[in-house]
T-cell receptor
Framework: DTGVSQDPRHKITKRGQNVTFRCDPI?????LYWYRQTLGQGPEFLTY????????KSRLLSDRFSAERPKGSFSTLEIQRTEQGDSAMYLC????????????FGPGTRLTVL | DAKTTQPPSMDCAEGRAANLPCNHS???????VYWYRQIHSQGPQYIIH???NNETNEMASLIITEDRKSSTLILPHATLRDTAVYYC??????????????FGKGTHLIIQP
């Protein structure tokens, strides 16, 4: 399967711990996006990368959140000092970065902060 | 990106066509209409997109009104596996604005056996 993959699929952590999620985009996709989705709501945009450059950050991305895409391929999203309000589905998407630039989503990582 | 309005929920009988409306009355000339769906606990799945003309692919048809202020997603023969939340999104083509998608709450489509 050559779709977007995310790891882990589920993560349970205690408040105050750090967590890191990984996203592998579709091969040759230059753009990579992170979204967060809480129960009953649509996904909310967090940030995106054009190759290795982080070009946009939402106001939702607090200082405890950091994302990287060091070689322009996979990306990691780290949350430091997790809070219960961080419990959500974290979604990754990728796109070619040209044309109508359709985004394709991965299966998501479900984070539960106890 | 322009805002969209969708009904919160709809029912459709299995085997019938499901017609999901979306209002985007403030859409700009360079904004595309995208449709995604999300089955419970999965990531959103791209369905179809269009600018002005009607579009059809293996999953669905997209009908956009001439004034582009509304559109309808048509699933021609709905099955139980089509039960999902359907999102209508308008978005400027690459380079024309913000690049994150703006999701609303979508329409929860329930296919009845």
């Amino acid at each position: 399967d050559t779709g977007v993959s995310q790891d882990p699929r589920h993560k349970i952590t205690k408040r105050g711990q750090n967590v890191t999620f990984r996203c592998d985009p579709i091969s040759e996709h230059n753009r990579l996006y992170w979204y967060r989705q809480t129960l009953g709501q649509g996904p909310e945009f967090l940030t995106y990368f054009q190759n290795e450059a982080q070009l946009e950050k939402s106001r939702l991305l607090s200082d405890r959140f950091s994302a990287e895409r060091p070689k322009g391929s996979f990306s990691t999203l780290e949350i430091q000092r997790t809070e219960q309000g961080d419990s959500a589905m974290y979604l990754c998407a990728s796109s070619l970065g040209r044309g109508t630039d359709t985004q394709y989503f991965g299966p998501g990582t479900r984070l539960t902060v106890l | 990106d322009a805002k969209t309005t969708q009904p919160p929920s709809m029912d459709c009988a299995e085997g019938r066509a499901a017609n999901l409306p979306c209002n985007h009355s403030t859409i700009s000339g360079n904004e595309y209409v995208y449709w995604y769906r999300q089955i419970h606990s999965q990531g959103p799945q791209y369905i179809i997109h269009g600018l002005k003309n009607n579009e059809t692919n293996e999953m669905a048809s997209l009908i956009i009104t001439e004034d582009r202020k509304s559109s309808t997603l048509i699933l021609p023969h709905a099955t139980l596996r089509d039960t999902a939340v359907y999102y209508c999104i308008v978005r400027v083509a690459i380079g024309g604005g913000a690049d994150g998608l703006t999701f609303g709450k979508g329409t929860h489509l329930i296919i009845q056996p």
